[in-house]
């Protein structure tokens, strides 16, 4: 039997212009709205990011998000 989808969470989220767009273009694609992204992208987090590569990226952003929020 299928798993149902309920949308159990509603919080506010602060993003970047960037990650909102990739968002909006990536729930797009896939024929979701943004909250439907989102969770599909964390119930199935350790099949869709190769984690030497996340390590790495959010080294990258930690160094420059001071510097983002001016």
């Given amino acids: 039997m299928?798993?149902?989808f309920?949308?159990?969470r509603r919080f506010?989220?602060?993003m970047?212009?960037?990650?909102y767009r990739?968002?909006?273009r990536f729930a797009q694609?896939?024929?979701l709205d943004e909250?439907?992204?989102l969770s599909f992208l964390f119930e199935?987090?350790?099949s869709v990011i190769d984690a030497d590569n996340l390590t790495h990226r959010l080294r990258l952003f930690n160094a420059e998000i001071d510097s983002r929020k001016r």
């Avoid at 970047?16 to 990650?19: L, M, N, V």
């Fill in 2 to 4: 299928p798993k149902r």
């Fill in 6 to 8: 309920r949308l159990t």
């Fill in 12 to 14: 506010p989220v602060a």
């Fill in 16 to 19: 970047t212009e960037d990650g």
């Fill in 22 to 24: 990739r968002l909006k």
């Fill in 29 to 31: 694609e896939a024929g």
């Fill in 35 to 37: 909250g439907e992204a």
């Fill in 44 to 46: 199935n987090w350790s």
